[in-house]
């Protein structure tokens, strides 16, 4: 039977733990942003060696689960900077946070998906636009930051949206590496009461409500960005 008292007793307890699912989402998210910018500007300017690198780390990184991408960060970034620091670097592979590795591994996934995202978003660009602003005589610096990137955000907003709410969702790993969000904690008070449906219903509740509201304010962000355009 159901036990609705414990449900709502442990409710508040597993709330408590959603600043850290949100930061882990949009901290990685962020890097993901930055580092998906560099990687289409390799790619799209096709720059030997390192477009093609670029091309099979997204490849890899889109084609593997993220709990094993999790486990490869977790496990392999301590040797990278032992290796590092055995060739003079100034690093320090001991004691490394589980946040930094929860940052590097949910980072690197979203740059590999906002990468994708972002070159399909500026392919959707009309280029005979950009063209015909340069055959005019604008810098092509102005074309594109004028032009070009505005209608490239306004394509990408909703699969930008789909990633972060993936990320949000996929957050409940790193319970796997001793960080304790809103799936660790609801995992740690089912185990210490032996009310595991009513903790997982909790979580999950969590989960819709999170994802609703980020899901409602980038529609708005949506909306009120091609509303800009349209009047522009």
């Given at each position: ?15 408590q ?47 593997t ?23 003079g ?22 740059m ?46 909703p699969?930008f949206?789909n ?70």
């Open positions: 039977m159901f036990d609705f008292n414990f449900a709502r007793e442990s409710f508040p307890q597993i709330l733990a959603v600043p850290l699912t949100l930061l882990i989402a949009l901290v990685a998210t962020l890097i993901g942003l930055i580092l998906a910018i560099g990687v289409v500007i390799a790619r799209e300017k096709e720059i030997p060696v390192l477009s093609q690198v670029l091309a099979t780390l997204v490849s890899f990184i889109r084609g689960p993220i709990l094993v991408q999790l486990y490869v960060v977790y496990y392999g970034l301590p040797q990278l900077l032992t290796s590092m620091q055995a060739a670097w100034h690093v320090d592979p001991n004691g490394l946070p589980p946040l930094i590795i929860a940052f590097s591994a949910y980072g690197l996934n979203a590999a998906n906002l990468s994708e995202s972002i070159r399909s978003a500026y392919h959707a660009v009309d280029p005979g636009q950009y063209e015909a602003a340069i055959s005019v005589g604008m810098q092509p610096r102005v074309a594109m930051t004028q032009i070009v990137v505005p209608q490239l955000v306004s394509n990408l907003i699969n949206t990633i972060l709410l993936d990320l949000i969702k996929d957050t409940a790993l790193v319970y796997n590496i001793g960080l304790v969000e809103v799936m660790g904690k609801a995992n740690v008070i089912s185990s210490e009461g032996f009310k595991y449906l009513e903790t997982y219903t909790d979580a999950l509740i969590i989960y819709i409500a999170i994802c609703w509201i980020f899901g409602i304010a980038l529609r708005m962000v949506e909306r009120h960005y091609r509303y800009a355009q349209a009047t522009n």
